[in-house]
């Protein structure tokens, strides 16, 4: 790979400088953002909807634990999903990776939560050979109402947020899902601030920098080195406008050229 140019200490400092500039603009954007997602106008949710956890049966309001909040990833740890029944979707695996202490979220009167169709023993057995310590309920379907569909999360992850009132009412308040669930992943933003960033083909890097098929070296924590990287994810659906899979690179397939 090519170099950038090599500079003097002082060169540095004034070319750093410069970046500060815009760092301070993205955290001020990401702020005020923040500050609009505070005034979003609530949805209220009426039906009922029904979770597996470690207790139990429980409700959508159950799962806030008493708290005023409550955060739900959709992850898929189901049957059927690419490392079953190992392991859960490689991507979701990773997003729970990073799952820290809930104690600080809970301070703030939040509560998070993962969700999935797989059954409890099936989420059990997976978090206990990932070592996750994440409250994990199962959905349920029942009386035509099903919280992954409902909430746009069947197909993609996403992660929705709530909010209760004193009268046990829930309401919608914020869904985020895409690119949009990378902020909960701080391996990305490690990589993010280095010379090669993530080394994925989307960047756009200067010449001669390593990169590699976008996701496909993501692995288990428990199985990097161990397989060949692979296109887990499989190709998106031209006909699905929601799909965000990215397509192969033109280099990875002779029938894209």
Known sequence: MQAPQIVSAQEWASAHQEMLVKEKELTR???????????????????????????????????????????????????????????GCTGCSLMADHVGNLAHLNARDTTLVYASRGS???????????????PWYTMIPESGATFDVDFGVDEWHGT????????GRVFRTYFINNRGDEAFVNTWNFLDMTALGRQEQWEDSP???PQTATYEWW??????????????????????PLDQRPPRAKDECPSCR
């Open 29 to 87: 954007a990401r702020d005020a953002l923040a500050a609009e997602r505070r005034r979003m106008p609530w949805m209220e949710v009426n039906d009922r909807y029904v979770f597996e956890g470690p207790d139990g049966r429980a409700t959508l309001l159950d799962l806030f634990d008493g708290r005023r909040q409550l955060i739900i990833y959709r992850a898929f740890v189901d049957p059927g999903v690419h490392g079953w029944p190992d392991h």
């Open 207 to 209: 010449d001669g920098y």
């Open 219 to 240: 692995c288990w924590h428990d199985e990097y080195g161990q397989r060949e990287p692979s296109r887990w994810f499989g190709e998106p659906d031209p006909d699905d």
């Open 160 to 167: 929705n947020a709530f909010i209760r009132d004193d009268e």
């Open 120 to 134: 409890q023993a099936d989420i059990n057995r997976i978090k206990a050979r990932m070592g996750w310590n994440i």
